[in-house]
C-alpha cells in the first residue's frame, strides 16, 4: 500500500514537473515566434522593411493560441511517452517492429496534424502568398469570367512540409530513442542548464530542418500530384492553369520558398525540441539514488543521520535499509550478468534447439516465459523490463529477487522506509522533495509492447527472423542488457562514499557489520562485469554521435558502470587500507582485494 | 609576513640541497647526493634524460608537404582538401592562390572576405592578445612548466595511491616508473603531441589522462602487463572542437569527472572519461581557461583565464564567482590539504595570496601572506638576486610545506630560478615560514617541481632539472596532525604514522577490537530485543552499550 501511495506520489511530483516545464515552453513560445517573424520577413535588399510595422490581425493571434495548444500537446505526449531505460532493438527487424507498432502510429499521425497545424500558423504569419489557401480567380482567356476559388499551392505546399517534418520528426524520435531521459554527469541549476543547451538546441533544429525540407522537396517533386489533386476534388478547388505548377524544377528552386519552408520547419522544430528540452530538465532534477549518491558525497549532517542509531532499540535502521536495497540492485545485475554469460556461452549449441522449443510453449499458456523473451532473439533477460510488467500484470504479487531472479522489483529500492525516513520532515509530496524518496521513474518501463496474442505472435515471428543472426545489431544486447545501470551507478557511489565516510564518522560502527557483504558483492559483481567485457562487441566503443536531440548516453552506460564499480572499490580501499584484513571474506575475494590494494587491478 | 630577507643565503657554487633534517636544509656534493638518497629512502631513482639521447622530430604536419613532388589535382580537389584541413579560412585562401583557374570575381571577392575576417579576427586578437598566439607559444605561455618549449621534461606526475610515477619528454613520449616493476612502459600515440600536463586519475590504478595539442588522452595502463609499448588502442581520446590546445587537466579527487581546459575555448569541459561525454560550462568573459586546480576535498575549483580575472567554482551545482585581479592574471594557484584555503599568484607582482573558504558564503577578499620581491644575497662566487615572479606553487600534502618556483631571469646569469620552501603554519593565525632554497647541480635550474602525495616520513619534493635530470629532495618532519576532513577529503588516505603519537599506536587495535565488541554488542541486543523482557532491562542494557561504546572512533 505504501509502495502505491508512493507512486501516486511520484506520478503526481512528475506531473507537477511536467506541467512547469509546460508552462515554461508555453511562455518561451511569444519570444521565439517574434524571432520567427522576423527572421521569416528579413529581406536581404531592403532591411529596414523588416522590422516595419505590422499589425496583428485577429489570425495572428488566433494562431498564436493554436501554437500553445500544440506545445501543451507534445509536452503531454512528452510525459506519456518518456523512458529512463531506453527500447533497445536488438535486431534491424525489431527496430522495424518498432516503427510499425499501433502506439507509434498514434504518435506519428498526432506529430502529422500537430505539424500541420504549426505550419498553417507559420503561413498566416508569413501572410502574403502563403496565407490562404483557395483565392479568387478567372478561369481561361476572359470569355468564361466567373469568379472562382483556385488552389494556392504555396500554402499547401507548406502545410505538406510541417506534415512531413512532423511525420519524419517522430520517426526519427524512435531510432534516435528521442524519449530516452539521461541523468548529468554534473549537478547545475535549471536556468544554467538551460542556457548552456540552447545553441545545441539551435544548431540541431536548423539542421534537421534543412535535411527534413530536402528529403521533402524530392518527395513532393515525385508525389505531389496525389495531395494536390485530392485537395482540389475535396474542397472543391480548381488548378490555376495561368500559374506554374510547384511540382517542377523550375517552381521548386524559388529561394524564397526553399528559405520560407526550411525557417518553418525549423521554427517548428525548435518549439517541439524546447520542449522537450525544458521537460528533460525538469524532470531528471533530484531523485531518490542520485540523493543517496550526492548526500553520501556532500552533505555530513545527512550522513550522520544513516549512521545514527534508532532510539529506543539501538538498531541502525537507516543504514540497514540503504545498504540493503543498493546491494540487492547490484546483487540482481550481477545475476544478470551471469545469466547472460551462461546463454552466450551455450549459444551455438542451444539456439536452435530453444527457437523450436520456444515456439511450441509460447503458443501454450505460459504466458511469462513467452513474454520474456519477446523482444530477444535469445531466450535471455535481455529485456525483462517488459517481461516483469507484464508478470506483475498477470500474476498480481510482487516480486522478490530469489522467487523472479530475472524481473527485480525496480520499486522496491526506492520505497525503502529509510530513505523516507531521511527526508521525512519535508513535505513529502512537495515537488521538490517529495522525489527525493520515490524516484518511480525508474518504474516507467518501455510500455511500447501491449499483450494481445496476435501481436505476440508478431513477436515470435520476429524474434525467429532476428536469431538467424545476420540482422543483429552487434553490442545492441550488451547496451539491453546495461539500460538501466544508471540506477546501480548511483548505488555504487552512494555506497562507496557511504563507507568511505564512516572511516572517520561513523561513531557506532554501524557500517562495519555490513562491510564484509558490501565488499563482497562488489567483488562479485566487477568479476561478472570483467567477464562480461571479454565478450565480443561488449567493449567496442560505439561510435559517438553527437547530431540530433536524441540522447546516446544509454549507449555507454556499461563502461560508466565499469569505471564506477572500479572506483567504488578503491575508495574502499584507500580508504581503509590494510584494516581491510582483518574483514572476514573467502580466500577468493581476499586475493581479489590484494590486488586492489597493491593497486594491480 | 614572510619576505625572503629572513631566509637563509642560497648555497655556494657545487653543492646541492640534499634533505631537511632537524629543521634544517642539509646540503652536500653532488656525489653525496646520489649516495645518500640512495642508503636513505626508497625513491633512488636520480633519472637523467639528456638531451641528446631523445630523438626529436623537428617536422610539422604542413613542413612534410614540401617533401613530396608538385600536386597536379584539380581545383575541386584542392578546395575540398583546404576545407577539410583549414575550414572557411583555407577554403577562401586556396581560392584566392589559385587566381588563374577561377574566374575573376570568385577570386576577388574570396580575397575580400579573407581580408574581412582577418581584420575581424585581429579586432578580436586586441581584446584578448592570447588568442593570436601559435598553439605551442601558447603552451608555452600558460604552462606550470618553466620555459616549457626548451625543457626536456614537459611533465611530470606522481600517483595519487601507489609508488610509480609519469614523465613526459621532450620528444612526445611518457614514460611510466615504478620502482617496484624492472618494466618501464613507453606511452606514444599519434596524437600525443606537445604534452602540457599528465595526470593520474585518483581511485584508480591505471588511468591517466595527458593535455596534448589536439585533444586530451586517457591511457589504460595496465600495472601487471609486461608490455613495454602499450597499443595506442589503450587511450581513450576525448576531444571537443575548439577545444585545443589544452593547457591544463584535473582529476576530481574522487576519481569520477575530469576538467579540461584550453586558453582558445571560453568553456571549461567536465567530462565522463568512461562514456567519453563531456559537459562544457561556459563564462565569456575572460577570454579562456588556462589552469585549472580541483581542490582536495573535491569541494571548489580554480579556473584562471588569461585576462586579469579567475573563477572560483563550487562543485555541487557548478556555479562560480569572480575573482578580478589588478594587475595580471593568475598564474598558479594551490589548495591547502582540508580544501579551505587557496593561495594563488598573480602574474607581475611577487607576493603570494590567500584565500579563505569556510562556511560564510565566500571570502571578501584576498590577502598577502608572503613577499618575494628581490633580495641580495652575499655568497662566497659573489652576490645573488633572489625574488621575482613566482611561476608556479605547490603544497605538500601533509600541509607543512609549501613550494613556490622563482622565475628568475634566464639573461642575467646572477638571478636565477630558484625554488623557495616555506614552512605553513595555521595555528595561531595562518602565516608561512621560512624554511630555505632548493637548489641543484652548477647550471642547472629548476623547471617543474611537485611533493609526493604520500610520503611516510614528511614531504618529498620531487624537482625536473633543465638539464633532464629529476631528483626528489625529502623533508623529514614530525606533522602536527592533518585535520581529519572526513569523506570529502580526496584522497584520505589512513596516515598513521602522521597521527598524533597517542593515537597511532592504538589505531589498528582499537577498530579491530571496536568492531568485535560491536558484534557482540549487536548479538547481545538482537536477543534482548527479541526476547520480551521487561521495558527495565533493556534500557539498562542501552545504558550499558552505551557505557562500553568504543569512544576513539
Known amino acids: 500500500i505504501l509502495d502505491l501511495v508512493n507512486n501516486q506520489c511520484w506520478n503526481r511530483v512528475v506531473c507537477w514537473r511536467a506541467v512547469a516545464s509546460i508552462a515554461w515552453a508555453v511562455l518561451l513560445l511569444l519570444p521565439i515566434t517574434a524571432v520567427f517573424v522576423i527572421l521569416s520577413r528579413f529581406s536581404l535588399l531592403h532591411p529596414i522593411q523588416t522590422f516595419s510595422g505590422q499589425s496583428l490581425c485577429s489570425f495572428a493571434i488566433f494562431s498564436l493560441i493554436l501554437m500553445c495548444g500544440v506545445i501543451i500537446m507534445v509536452g503531454f505526449l512528452n510525459l506519456e511517452y518518456y523512458t529512463v531505460i531506453p527500447t533497445i532493438a536488438c535486431s534491424k527487424i525489431a527496430l522495424l517492429g518498432q516503427l510499425l507498432h499501433p502506439r507509434q502510429f498514434v504518435n506519428s499521425l498526432a506529430h502529422c496534424i500537430m505539424g500541420i497545424i504549426v505550419a498553417w500558423c507559420c503561413a498566416v504569419t508569413l501572410g502574403g502568398r502563403y496565407e490562404t489557401i483557395g483565392y479568387p480567380c478567372t478561369q481561361g482567356d476572359g470569355t468564361d469570367s466567373s469568379p472562382q476559388m483556385c488552389l494556392n499551392e504555396y500554402h499547401l ?36 542548464r538551460f542556457k548552456g543547451s540552447l545553441p545545441f ?155 523450436g522449443s520456444e515456439r511450441k510453449t509460447s503458443s501454450e499458456t505460459s504466458f511469462t516465459s513467452a513474454t520474456e523473451d519477446l523482444m530477444s532473439p535469445r531466450p535471455t533477460l535481455l529485456l525483462r523490463t517488459p517481461a516483469s510488467v507484464f508478470a506483475r500484470f498477470v500474476v498480481g504479487t510482487p516480486h522478490s529477487p530469489l522467487t523472479a531472479p530475472f524481473t527485480p522489483d525496480l520499486d522496491s529500492p526506492f520505497a525503502s522506509p529509510a530513505l523516507r525516513r531521511l527526508t521525512a520532515p519535508l513535505d513529502q509530496c512537495s515537488p521538490w522533495f517529495g522525489t527525493v524518496q520515490s524516484p518511480h521513474i525508474m518504474r516507467r518501463a518501455p510500455k511500447l509492447w501491449s499483450t494481445s496474442t496476435g501481436e505476440r505472435r508478431l513477436m515470435e515471428d520476429v524474434r525467429s527472423l532476428g536469431s538467424n543472426g545476420h540482422l543483429k ?113 573467502s580466500a577468493e575475494h581476499r586475493k581479489r582485494l590484494q590486488q586492489f590494494l597493491e593497486y594491480k587491478e | 609576513m614572510c619576505s625572503l630577507a629572513l631566509f637563509p643565503a642560497p648555497l655556494a657554487c657545487g653543492q646541492t640541497t640534499l634533505c631537511e633534517s632537524n629543521n634544517e636544509l642539509l646540503s652536500g656534493t653532488a656525489t653525496d647526493h646520489r649516495l645518500k638518497q640512495s642508503t636513505h629512502i626508497n625513491y633512488s631513482v636520480v633519472l637523467y634524460f639528456p638531451r641528446e639521447s631523445l630523438k626529436l622530430h623537428c617536422r610539422t604536419e604542413s613542413s612534410s608537404k614540401a617533401a613530396f613532388l608538385d600536386h597536379s589535382e584539380t581545383l575541386w580537389m ?33 580575397g575580400f572576405t579573407l581580408a574581412l575576417l582577418r581584420w575581424f579576427s585581429s579586432f578580436h586578437g586586441s581584446l584578448f592578445p592570447h588568442l593570436t598566439m601559435s598553439s605551442e607559444n601558447m603552451l608555452a605561455e600558460f604552462s606550470q612548466v618553466l620555459n616549457w618549449s626548451d625543457c626536456v621534461v614537459r611533465a611530470f606526475a606522481w600517483h595519487p595511491h601507489a609508488d610509480k610515477f609519469a614523465v613526459a ?138 585576462s586579469a580575472l579567475f573563477r572560483v567554482w563550487e562543485t555541487r551545482t557548478w556555479t562560480c564567482e569572480r575573482w578580478p585581479c589588478v594587475k595580471g592574471r593568475c598564474q598558479s594557484g594551490c589548495w591547502s590539504p582540508d580544501g579551505s584555503r587557496l593561495l594563488f599568484t598573480v602574474q607581475g607582482e611577487m607576493v603570494i595570496y590567500v584565500l579563505t573558504f569556510g562556511d560564510t558564503p565566500g571570502p571578501q577578499a584576498a590577502a598577502v601572506v ?67 632554497f632548493v637548489q641543484g647541480e652548477p647550471g642547472a ?109
Request: charged share 15%.
Open chain 2, 370 to 436: 608572503a613577499d618575494l620581491s628581490e633580495t641580495t644575497f652575499n655568497t662566497a662566487d659573489g652576490d645573488i638576486i633572489v625574488g621575482g615572479e613566482i611561476h608556479s606553487l605547490s603544497w605538500d600534502p601533509t600541509g607543512e610545506r609549501l613550494a613556490v618556483l622563482l622565475e628568475g631571469d634566464p639573461q642575467a646569469a646572477d638571478r636565477p630560478a630558484i625554488i623557495a620552501v616555506f614552512k605553513t603554519r595555521t595555528n595561531p593565525i595562518f602565516e608561512l615560514l621560512p624554511c630555505g
Open chain 1, 473 to 585: 545489431l552487434p553490442e545492441a544486447s550488451s547496451q539491453a542488457l546495461f539500460a538501466d545501470s544508471q540506477a546501480h551507478i548511483w548505488a555504487l557511489e552512494g555506497l562507496s562514499y557511504l563507507v568511505q565516510a564512516s572511516f572517520s564518522e561513523d561513531q557506532f560502527g554501524v557500517i562495519q557489520t555490513t562491510l564484509p557483504s558490501i565488499l563482497g558483492c562488489m567483488l562479485i559483481l566487477q568479476e561478472a562485469v570483467d567477464r562480461h567485457f571479454k565478450l565480443p562487441h561488449a567493449s567496442s566503443k560505439p561510435v559517438r554521435s553527437a547530431s540530433g536531440m536524441g540522447d546516446s548516453t544509454y549507449k555507454t552506460l556499461r563502461f560508466a558502470l565499469r569505471a564506477t564499480l572500479k572506483t567504488a572499490i578503491y575508495r574502499i580501499t584507500t580508504t581503509f587500507g590494510n584494516h581491510l584484513n582483518a574483514v572476514q571474506m
Open chain 2, 78 to 110: 584542392r578546395s575540398a582538401a583546404a576545407w577539410r584541413d583549414g575550414g572557411l579560412t583555407g577554403l577562401l585562401n586556396e581560392i584566392t592562390n589559385s587566381n588563374t583557374e577561377v574566374p575573376k570575381w570568385l577570386s576577388v571577392s574570396s
Open chain 1, 157 to 192: 505546399i507548406l502545410l505538406l512540409a510541417g506534415a512531413f517534418v512532423g511525420f519524419s520528426h517522430s520517426l526519427l524520435a524512435v531510432i534516435s530513442n528521442i524519449n530516452y531521459v539521461s541523468f548529468h554527469t554534473v549537478q547545475q541549476y535549471k536556468y544554467l
Open chain 1, 201 to 355: 538546441v539551435v544548431k540541431c533544429s536548423a539542421a534537421q530542418a534543412l535535411y527534413s525540407v530536402r528529403n521533402y522537396i524530392v518527395v513532393y517533386f515525385f508525389l505531389g500530384y496525389i495531395p494536390k489533386a485530392w485537395i482540389c476534388k475535396t474542397l472543391n478547388l480548381h488548378l490555376n492553369s495561368s500559374v506554374h505548377p510547384l511540382d517542377s524544377i523550375a517552381g521548386l528552386l524559388d529561394l524564397s520558398l526553399l528559405y520560407h519552408q526550411w525557417i518553418s520547419a525549423s521554427f517548428l522544430l525548435f518549439t517541439w525540441n524546447i520542449t522537450l528540452l525544458l521537460f528533460r530538465i525538469f524532470v531528471t532534477e533530484f531523485l531518490a539514488l542520485q540523493d543517496v549518491a550526492l548526500l553520501s558525497q556532500h552533505s555530513p549532517s545527512r550522513r550522520c543521520e544513516v549512521f545514527s542509531l534508532s532510539q529506543p532499540g539501538g538498531h541502525p535502521h537507516n543504514w540497514n535499509a540503504i545498504s540493503k536495497e543498493c546491494l540487492s540492485l547490484l546483487a540482481d545485475l550481477t545475476q544478470r550478468l551471469v545469466a547472460y554469460h551462461d546463454t552466450v556461452a551455450t549459444n551455438g549449441r542451444a539456439k536452435s534447439l530453444s527457437t
Open chain 2, 445 to 553: 635550474e629548476p623547471r617543474m617541481m611537485q611533493f609526493h602525495p604520500n610520503f611516510q616520513h614528511g614531504a618529498l619534493l620531487t624537482v625536473c632539472w633543465s638539464s633532464g635530470r629529476i631528483t626528489h629532495v625529502p623533508f623529514y618532519f614530525l606533522g602536527a596532525g592533518v585535520p581529519h576532513f572526513g569523506l570529502s577529503g580526496s584522497p584520505s588516505l589512513p596516515r598513521p604514522q602522521e597521527r598524533p603519537a597517542d593515537f597511532a599506536n592504538q589505531s589498528l587495535f582499537t577498530e579491530l577490537i571496536s568492531l568485535l565488541l560491536f558484534f557482540f554488542t549487536a548479538f547481545f541486543f538482537y536477543i534482548t530485543n527479541n526476547a520480551t523482557l521487561p521495558p527495565t532491562v533493556r534500557s539498562r542494557s542501552l545504558k550499558l552499550l552505551s557505557n562500553s561504546k568504543p569512544t576513539d572512533f
Open chain 2, 169 to 306: 619528454l621532450l620528444d612526445d613520449s611518457i614514460k611510466i616508473y615504478n620502482p617496484k616493476s624492472a618494466t618501464t612502459p613507453t606511452l606514444k600515440h599519434r596524437l600525443q603531441r606537445s604534452v602540457a600536463a599528465v595526470q593520474w586519475k585518483p581511485m584508480c590504478a591505471s588511468a591517466l589522462a595527458v593535455a596534448c595539442q589536439n585533444c586530451l588522452l586517457v591511457w589504460h595502463v595496465d600495472p601487471c602487463s609486461l608490455s613495454t609499448r602499450p597499443s595506442s588502442g589503450c587511450a581513450q581520446v576525448l576531444s571537443n572542437p575548439g577545444h585545443s590546445p589544452v593547457t591544463s587537466i584535473a582529476w576530481s579527487p574522487s576519481g569520477s569527472l575530469l576538467v579540461s581546459a584550453s586558453p582558445m575555448d571560453t568553456a571549461m569541459m567536465v567530462w565522463d572519461v568512461a562514456s567519453e561525454s563531456c559537459v562544457p560550462l561556459q563564462r565569456v568573459g575572460g577570454g579562456g581557461v588556462t589552469f585549472l586546480s580541483w581542490s582536495p576535498d573535491s569541494s571548489h575549483v580554480l579556473a584562471s583565464t588569461p
